[in-house]
């Protein structure tokens, strides 16, 4: 990569050929669409959502639905098969949307995408699409653009960039034409670039393209976010493969009942009547509307906490997570720093000491620079609206101090400023003062004490010697140890006015350094203890140096003896292969760039972590999609970020975040709990039409009386079991998945119950039919309707269902829609007979009595 940012603008424009008045001729233009392509830096092709719908038809189960679907209809079954359709039609449409949302989320970068641009060709101005601009168009900007490719500056008049979309910054930038000779700076350090995707919020410019594509920094980071593949509907897509897994078996069944059918020469009619009955009971597609209601509920529940996800699927690969990226500032430590310690007259100072009365001279020195290279805004009620927590932090200081920013600004005009770079890691105003002028210069210690020549001593200018620098240097480290941010001060006196051209950053006067402590939250360790706890290992992101990192994590017991601290530095210069071998040490990241998260990231995925990214900036997105999860956090966090992440939690709150994992956690074994309740029934439901016809009944079981059991009672029984899950007991470390390996978790309890409640509606037939045959189905209806109320207390604490007001409400619910089922499906004499006949009416509650004391042993045998 050509680093046009060092190159004059004259040699910029040489070197691509062009022509600042007249622009590329349709030749070169033409030539370099042929070398260098088309501006199309977002090839993102999302999948349409009839594409989608057509990969869920094709889902097993869905294709055997749409097969019983026909049948039922060449039966003459409309009701049911239209009833039965439209549910597995339902259970496609939530699948869908859910893959549709999650494609869907990825045009929000379209936001970010500018449509035209305006440039000089062949001497004439030009409106274009941005598609069609080369590499060496002559471009033109004015406020309200959105850039529209990576620019080197030629000409500008007072314009002003915001670059949130690219550095996540949201500062709006001051840009320049100037050449600037430092080397490998960072992209919100090019003051003479624009790159595309960044707006225009004042001024005009002219430009000369030097990158389209996928060659801009804006088009590097969508292909790093579109390259990180990591599956997002993982429950959905294994719920399906559980209804596979029982469609499989459904064939089964078919392809064994036709077998017997055609030998013993039944009706086509019976036939079919029998497998939709087995579609029904063995295919519990009412798996999938569970999962739906609950993820409505859960939904509304967490936007109350302020956290926002994209389906349940994100709540699952949350409760996985073993390692988790956080930024220090505002999860472990305050969103504000103090002045906490000054150096200066070789000695350290506690703030607010009577030393700093003594040194007053200097001390006041230290503060005006520091309210002066500074960029704080504030409102008319005196509130901080904008600023860097260093920079409100000497705002405050200096208020504390009777020293009001904005009269000193009023005192001392600034002239100009040189900004912050990442070579030269030092800041510059230049001020006005009466009839003089003075530099004012704060920045890192080490390249601060290169450019100073004199150090300010009880208020007079004198030589610096090597002993004064090797002083400040130590206090720097003491300062650092404590786990303080530095700040050096220094200024330089001018009796003339000096131009931004002049190199004003030189000749030096040292005054002293600032520690400002970032006070740790009050719970932090506590947080961390917690976060143990959960076997989840934290990692911190800080912009420290390294020695403060290092004190910070041995300061909040972040660090244990073999734990190591990695700067971003330290990551450019290292193979992946050997950031692998550090990278299970590594307690803090200093100073990391987005490109290094997503590396840590990469190489996370493959050693198979499951990795939890958090942040609030759009070149966060990347690591988002490469992790296991991404957790967009905090009010500042930029709306694409937000839409991008998997989970938006509105504060950046370490404790809340650790919430929302074990809750997250409680809720995934919930829904197991779901599944393996569901299926018991339905194994159940499966025993109690086969056991009949092998014992020579007529089906007992019919289409109609399944959907309304499967589609309402156990439903209820689903929501009821769900109401209870504030008290699901879950060990820490305990993380639970739902996937095919589900089979196996079935406890051998679950099985004979199913097998039990099989025999017993079996059973209950059989007596009942010694009345009528009528009778005999009324009884084995009754028993498997009522199963699934019965069933789901094996999986609640029955007492503290009795004190919730919703879970006694629900099962009252669940009862009274039982006892509609049971009136809608047989006739009132049935009704009068089953009620009169004490006997048979006995039995059934013998029966259902003897279903309660079977779940009160399974309960009791599981806890011993």
Known sequence: MIEWYNYSWNDVVNELQSDVHRGLSKEKIEENKIKYGKNNTLSIKIKSGIFLFAKQMINLYVLAGMVIFTLLFYIREVRTAIILGMLVFLCVILHTIKDYKNEKNLMELEKITPKEAIVIREGRVQKIECEELVIGDIVYLERGDIVPADLRLINCEELKIKESALTGNNDIIEKYSTKIEDKEILLSEMKNMAFKSSFVMDGSATAIVTAIGENTQIGKITKD?????????????????????????????????LIYYFRNKESIKDYVYLISTGYLTIVSIQI?????????????????????????????????????????????????????????????????????????????????????????????????????????????????????????????????QIPYDTDKRIKTTLNKIEDNYRANVKGAVDKLLTRCTH?????????????????????????????????????????????????????????????????????????????????????????????????????????????????????????????????????????????????????FKKLGYNLAVTGNKFTDSPSFRIAHVGVATGKKCTNITKKLGDIYIEDNDFMKLLSVIEESRKLIKLLKDEVRFILTIVLGEFVSLILPIILGYEPIITPIKLLLTNFITIILSSIYIYSQHENIKIKNYERVSIDKTIFKDFTSGMVLYGVFVG??????????????????????????????????????????????????????????????????????????????????????IIILVVQVIVIMFMKEVERA
């Not at 429950?235 to 009942?257: A, D, G, M, P, Q």
Request: proline fraction near 1%.
């Open 455 to 603: 150090i300010m001593k009880n208020g007079i200018e004198v030589e610096i010697t090597d002993k004064d620098k090797t002083e400040i240097r130590n206090a720097d480290l003491i300062l650092s140890k404590q786990s303080l941010y530095v700040e050096g001060f220094a200024y330089r006196n001018f009796s003339y006015e000096p131009s931004i051209n002049e190199n004003i950053e030189s000749n030096l006067v040292f005054v002293g350094l600032v520690g400002f402590e970032n006070p740790i939250k009050e719970n932090a360790q506590k947080y961390l203890h917690h976060c143990k706890s959960l076997a989840i290992k934290p990692t911190v992101i800080t912009e420290d140096n390294k020695i403060t990192a290092e004190a910070f994590g041995r300061k909040i017991k972040i660090l244990n003896r073999n734990d190591i601290v990695l700067s971003g530095v330290e990551i450019d210069n290292m193979e992946d292969i050997e950031l692998e071998r550090y990278i299970e040490r590594v307690g803090i990241y200093s100073k990391i760039s987005s490109k290094n998260k997503w590396a840590i990231s990469s190489i």
């Open 759 to 844: 025999i017993i509606s079996t059973l209950a037939l059989y007596l009942g039919n010694k009345n009528s045959l009528a009778l005999g189905i009324a009884n084995a209806f009754i028993i498997l309707n009522l199963s699934p109320i019965i069933f789901s207390n094996y999986f609640v604490e029955v007492k503290k269902c009795i004190k919730n007001k919703t879970s006694n409400l629900l099962f009252i619910i669940n009862i009274i829609f039982s006892i509609s089922i049971f009136s809608i499906i047989f006739n009132k004499n049935l009704l009068i007979l089953l009620s009169s006949n004490f006997r048979n009416l006995t039995t059934v």
């Open 225 to 257: 976010l579109l390259e990180g593949k990591c599956e997002k509907n993982v429950l959905e897509k294994n719920i399906s493969s559980i209804i596979n897994v029982l469609t499989v078996v459904f064939f089964i069944f078919s392809c064994l009942t």
């Open 288 to 416: 999938i509307l569970v999962i739906g209601i609950i993820s409505l509920i859960v939904k509304r529940k967490m936007e109350n906490w302020g956290v926002y996800f994209n389906g349940l699927s994100s709540l699952q690969r949350l409760s996985s997570t073993n390692i988790i990226f956080v930024d220090k500032v505002g999860t472990l430590t305050e969103d504000k720093m103090y002045v906490d310690k000054i150096y200066t007259n070789s000695m350290i100072l506690e703030n607010d000491s009577e030393q700093i009365e003594e040194n007053n001279h200097n001390v006041d020195r230290i503060l005006n620079i520091g309210l002066l290279c500074n960029d704080t805004k504030r409102d008319m009620n005196g509130e901080v609206v904008k600023g860097n927590l260093i920079d409100i932090a000497l705002v405050n200081h200096g208020m504390r101090n009777s020293i009001d920013k904005k009269v000193l600004d009023r005192e001392q005009e600034r002239i100009f």
